[in-house]
């Protein structure tokens, strides 16, 4: 009999002969995460090596904000993970950036309100006064989250990882998964052994598809190459200590959201982004970029030059890293059509790693038959079957 791994529900171990988490071969490791645990009308950013984040489509409520708000103020109640928090978190506060009469800025609103959460609406008059190293437009608006911070999350990663272990859990990394075989047990072969197990849960991003197709089955999944951009400081300190993670529309500049976290990662470099990307194969993720890439970045530096004036225009670093898009931009949380013991979580569209929790409830309880805490409805695979990429 093949070695079984232990079920994961937050990374915590359980029983074995349960269900096995398996993905194919990652590179890199995550870096920071702006996260807002009241704001979730949008999807804050995170930024790493193997994936990204990005809003969420604008002016409506996102069908993943029900398990957000449900699941958003739970304590850490691991004494090992509480101790450690200090060291993967920095409460930063977010600005959401608008103009007054965009229906993003007033849902936004909304649900903090309807939330009770903390926030304060800013005309364009009290953004210039409250954050003078920002060059404001007179139409802007902002709404600002003080509890809003940024996750370290490779450090956050480490701490669950490290947990994990204290508790009797095995980590596998770095095995390429080469074959799953459907059945009872379902059996998952890597490049270095075989493992079998009563269900399995593929997080596998912008591969999942490679991992679906011998399973008889594409998802509508689109990997997208984004660029991750930091920015040099004219006088170092300008936008450290007390400069907060923002993100707005400026569709005179760009059609989609740009974004940005405080100097931290890299001494003096303040990161910001385009949440924006092209077509790429995940495997050729540092390819050399293409003229539509280079566009983007080009739209970056207008963006710094005329409202971060106290940055170079011109980026210090640049980084890559890989969205996996569905087509709503709604997560795929569900169970493979054919094979019922086979769990998919997938298409997270650059916000599933601050939501890994809840994210990693559902999964849980999908792959071990448990009641669903939540309506599975607006994240089943089943919505995209009239579409001519998602073959069953």
């Given at each position: 009999?093949?070695?079984?791994?232990?079920?994961?529900?937050?990374?915590?171990?359980?029983?074995?002969?349960?269900?096995?988490?398996?993905?194919?071969?990652?590179?890199?490791?995550?870096?920071?995460?702006?996260?807002?645990?009241?704001?979730?009308?949008?999807?804050?950013?995170?930024?790493?090596?193997?994936?990204?984040?990005?809003?969420?489509?604008?002016?409506?409520?996102?069908?993943?904000?029900?398990?957000?708000?449900?699941?958003?103020?739970?304590?850490?109640?691991?004494?090992?993970?509480?101790?450690?928090?200090?060291?993967?978190?920095?409460?930063?506060?977010?600005?959401?950036?608008?103009?007054?009469?965009?229906?993003?800025?007033?849902?936004?609103?909304?649900?903090?309100?309807?939330?009770?959460?903390?926030?304060?609406?800013?005309?364009?008059?009290?953004?210039?006064?409250?954050?003078?190293?920002?060059?404001?437009?007179?139409?802007?608006?902002?709404?600002?989250?003080?509890?809003?911070?940024?996750?370290?999350?490779?450090?956050?990663?480490?701490?669950?990882?490290?947990?994990?272990?204290?508790?009797?859990?095995?980590?596998?990394?770095?095995?390429?998964?080469?074959?799953?075989?459907?059945?009872?047990?379902?059996?998952?072969?890597t490049a270095t052994r075989t493992y079998q197990a009563k269900s399995l849960v593929i997080t596998a991003g912008p591969w999942t598809n490679q991992l679906l197709l011998p399973l008889g089955m594409q998802l509508p999944l689109q990997a997208l190459r984004i660029n991750v951009c930091y920015w040099r400081e004219k006088v170092p300190g300008s936008y450290g200590k007390n400069f907060p993670c923002f993100i707005g529309s400026f569709p005179d500049l760009a059609p989609h959201h740009i974004y940005g976290l405080p100097a931290r990662e890299y001494p003096g470099l303040v990161k910001v982004c385009y949440h924006h990307g092209n077509k790429a194969?995940?495997?050729?993720?540092?390819?050399?970029?293409?003229?539509?890439?280079?566009?983007?970045?080009?739209?970056?530096?207008?963006?710094?030059?005329?409202?971060?004036?106290?940055?170079?225009?011109?980026?210090?670093?640049?980084?890559?890293?890989?969205?996996?898009?569905?087509?709503?931009?709604?997560?795929?949380?569900?169970?493979?059509?054919?094979?019922?013991?086979?769990?998919?979580?997938?298409?997270?569209?650059?916000?599933?790693?601050?939501?890994?929790?809840?994210?990693?409830?559902?999964?849980?309880?999908?792959?071990?038959?448990?009641?669903?805490?939540?309506?599975?409805?607006?994240?089943?695979?089943?919505?995209?079957?009239?579409?001519?990429?998602?073959?069953?």
């Open positions: 009999m093949a070695p079984e791994l232990a079920r994961w529900d937050f990374g915590l171990p359980s029983p074995p002969s349960s269900p096995l988490l398996s993905s194919p071969q990652r590179r890199g490791t995550w870096t920071h995460i702006p996260v807002s645990l009241s704001l979730f009308s949008f999807a804050w950013k995170l930024t790493g090596k193997a994936g990204c984040p990005g809003p969420t489509r604008s002016s409506m409520m996102p069908s993943w904000l029900g398990l957000a708000l449900r699941d958003a103020s739970l304590p850490i109640t691991s004494p090992k993970i509480r101790e450690k928090s200090f060291f993967w978190s920095r409460q930063t506060g977010l600005l959401v950036l608008g103009k007054k009469e965009e229906a993003e800025i007033r849902t936004i609103q909304d649900n903090l309100s309807k939330q009770g959460a903390e926030h304060k609406y800013f005309d364009a008059e009290e953004l210039r006064r409250c954050f003078p190293n920002i060059r404001f437009p007179r139409e802007q608006v902002g709404i600002w989250e003080p509890h809003a911070g940024v996750l370290f999350a490779d450090k956050a990663l480490k701490a669950l990882q490290d947990l994990i272990r204290q508790l009797g859990g095995v980590i596998h990394d770095g095995e390429k998964v080469v074959e799953i075989k459907p059945g009872y047990p379902v059996t998952v072969t194969d995940p495997d050729e993720r540092d390819c050399p970029s293409a003229s539509s890439e280079v566009a983007d970045v080009q739209i970056l530096s207008s963006f710094v030059r005329d409202y971060l004036p106290s940055l170079q225009p011109r980026p210090a670093i640049m980084e890559r890293c890989m969205y996996t898009n569905t087509p709503d931009q709604n997560f795929i949380l569900d169970r493979h059509p054919k094979h019922a013991n086979i769990v998919i979580g997938a298409g997270f569209s650059g916000h599933g790693f601050k939501l890994s929790p809840v994210v990693g409830k559902v999964l849980y309880e999908l792959s071990t038959g448990s009641t669903l805490s939540y309506d599975p409805t607006p994240f089943q695979i089943r919505r995209f079957q009239g579409l001519n990429n998602a073959s069953l």
